[in-house]
C-alpha cells in the first residue's frame, strides 16, 4: 500500500485479514511507527483490532521505505490523496504523480500497479503512461484502476464485506490479477465488474455526484417546508416508501462535509468542463450551493435564539467531526458553523467525543470543553451539529439544570423532539415547524 493515510492503512489491514502479506508504505515516518506499534493515526472502529493480530504475526508491517516495498510487493495499491486544489475546483494529482514516480524506478520485474485513489477522468491512462516510461522493467509494470467506496465509520466492513468491486483494466493479465487479489469476496458473491479506465475512475465520482445531490434535494425541500410551515422528517419518511427513492441520504439537516463528497463534486464539474460538457454537470452548482446554505439557516436559527444577536452569548456546539463515527473535520459543517457564530461576537465551547484534537489544531481560536454537559454549562443556545449517540442519549432534563436557557437546535434532525420539549426546552430544528 502506497500511502498509509484512512484508506491505504484501512485496505493493508484488511487485506492481511484477507491472507495477505502486506507492506503498508509512507513517507510520514510519525504516521508509520504509530501503525507499526499498532495505532491508528485517526479514529475508524475495527481498524486497531485488526492491526494487533497481523502486526504480531508478521503479515503486515510498515515502512518509509518505497525500495523496500517495491523488491516485496506483486500487486502495488496506490492510496495517495488528491485534494482539492487551492483557489480552484480542481483535484490536485501531484501526489499520484510522486507516487509513481518514487515506486517506478525500483519496479525491476512484472507487477500489478492499482491505482484506489478518487481521480478525474483520463488520470489512469496518463498514469499507465509514466509508469511504462519510469519503470525499471518498462510495460512489464501495469497499471490497473480499482476505486475505493469506503464510508468513514464503517470502512473496515466495507472493504472486507464490499457491496461491489470495480476494476478497470487493459489486459486479461490484470484482470485475472485482481481476480486473484479479490478471490476470497468473490467467492462470497460480491460482484466483481471490470470496466475500461475511463468507466472505472467515473464510478467513484458518479457515486459521490449522486448521493451529494440526493442530500441536497432533501435540504432544499428543507427550505420549501421552512417557508411553507411543513415538517421536512415527515415528508422524508413519505418519500422514502417510494422503492424508486428509498430512505438513504434522505435525512434533512445541515448538509454533507468532510474530505470526499464536497472535493469530489467540484473536481468533477471542473474536469468536465476540460473534457468540454460542463453543461451536464451544471446542477451541481446548485448542490454545492444548497449544500453551504445549510451552514448560513443554522447561524441565523443560532442568533435568533439568543434574541438576534451574537455579543454575550454562550453558545454550545455539540459536535466537530464532520460525521459521527469519526474524528474527520475536513470541511466539517460544525465548525464552519462554530467559526461563523464565534466571527460574529458568540462565546463558542465545542465537544466531540473523537475529534477534539483535530479541532483544536485547525480552530485554535474556538473554545472546548471535555464533556457535553461541560459545553453547555451556562449557554444560551445549544446546537446539536454531528449526529453522535452519545448526543441522542443525553438526558435534556438534567441538561436542562446546568444552561442558562433552555434552548436548542437540532442541526441534524436526530434528537427526540417531544422528550426535549417535555423537558422545558424551546426546540427548533432545520426544515421543521
Not at 491472507?19 to 504516521?31: Q, R
Not at 488528491?82 to 504523480?97: H, M, N, S, V
Not at 492499482?114 to 498514469?127: H, N
Not at 480499482?146 to 470495480?166: I, S
Amino acid at each position: 500500500m502506497i500511502g498509509t493515510g484512512y484508506l491505504g492503512a484501512t485496505h493493508a489491514a484488511c487485506m492481511a485479514e484477507l491472507g495477505y502479506e502486506v507492506v503498508g508504505v509512507d513517507v510520514d515516518p510519525d504516521k508509520v511507527a504509530a501503525l507499526q506499534s499498532g495505532r491508528a493515526p485517526f479514529y475508524e472502529p475495527g481498524l486497531e483490532d485488526l492491526l494487533a493480530p497481523h502486526l504480531a504475526s508478521g503479515r503486515l508491517r510498515f515502512t518509509a521505505s518505497v525500495e523496500d516495498a517495491a523488491a516485496f510487493g506483486d500487486v502495488h495499491f496506490i492510496c495517495v490523496g488528491t485534494p482539492q486544489r487551492k483557489g480552484e475546483f480542481a483535484a490536485d494529482t501531484r501526489y499520484l504523480d510522486e507516487a509513481v514516480d518514487a515506486l517506478a524506478p525500483h519496479l525491476d520485474r512484472p507487477c500489478l500497479v492499482v491505482g484506489k485513489s478518487t481521480v478525474p477522468v483520463g488520470t489512469a491512462a496518463r498514469l499507465a503512461e509514466r509508469l511504462a516510461e519510469k519503470a525499471a522493467c518498462g510495460s512489464a509494470a501495469e497499471l490497473a484502476w480499482n476505486p475505493e467506496f469506503l464510508r468513514e465509520g464503517h470502512a473496515v466492513q466495507d472493504t472486507l464485506k464490499p457491496d461491489r468491486l470495480v476494476v478497470g483494466v487493459r489486459s486479461e493479465a490484470a484482470e485475472a490479477r485482481l481476480r486473484e487479489v479479490y478471490a476470497p469476496l468473490i467467492d462470497a458473491e460480491v460482484p466483481f465488474l471490470v470496466t475500461d479506465f475511463a468507466t472505472s475512475e467515473l464510478v467513484k465520482v458518479s457515486a459521490n455526484a449522486f448521493l451529494s445531490t440526493k442530500i441536497s434535494f432533501i435540504n432544499a425541500m428543507a427550505e420549501v417546508c421552512e417557508a411553507a410551515g411543513a415538517d421536512v422528517t415527515q415528508l422524508s419518511r413519505a418519500l422514502s416508501y417510494d422503492p424508486r427513492i428509498g430512505g438513504l441520504f434522505l435525512n434533512a439537516g445541515l448538509g454533507f462535509g468532510g474530505g470526499c463528497l464536497p472535493k469530489d463534486i467540484r473536481a468533477f464539474m471542473a474536469r468536465a468542463g476540460e473534457l468540454g460538457v460542463d453543461q451536464a454537470l451544471t446542477f451541481l452548482r446548485e448542490v454545492d450551493a444548497i449544500n453551504m446554505r445549510r451552514r448560513f439557516k443554522m447561524v441565523d436559527l443560532a442568533r435568533e435564539a439568543c434574541g438576534g444577536g451574537f455579543l454575550g452569548r454562550r453558545v454550545a456546539v455539540l459536535g466537530a467531526a464532520f460525521k459521527p463515527e469519526s474524528d474527520d473535520i475536513r470541511d466539517s459543517p460544525a465548525l464552519n458553523v462554530a467559526a461563523q457564530v464565534q466571527l460574529q461576537g458568540g462565546e463558542v465551547t465545542v465537544y466531540d467525543p473523537k475529534a477534539m484534537d483535530n479541532a483544536r489544531k485547525m480552530y485554535p481560536g474556538l473554545g472546548y470543553a471535555e464533556s457535553a454537559f461541560e459545553a453547555a454549562r451556562g449557554a444560551h443556545v445549544v446546537l446539536h451539529l454531528t449526529e453522535w449517540r452519545e448526543f441522542r442519549e443525553i438526558d435534556p432534563a438534567e441538561l436542562a439544570e446546568i444552561v442558562a436557557e433552555r434552548a436548542i437546535i437540532d442541526g441534524r434532525n436526530a434528537l427526540d423532539s417531544p422528550r426535549w420539549r417535555a423537558a422545558g426546552w424551546t426546540f427548533r430544528a432545520l426544515g421543521r415547524p
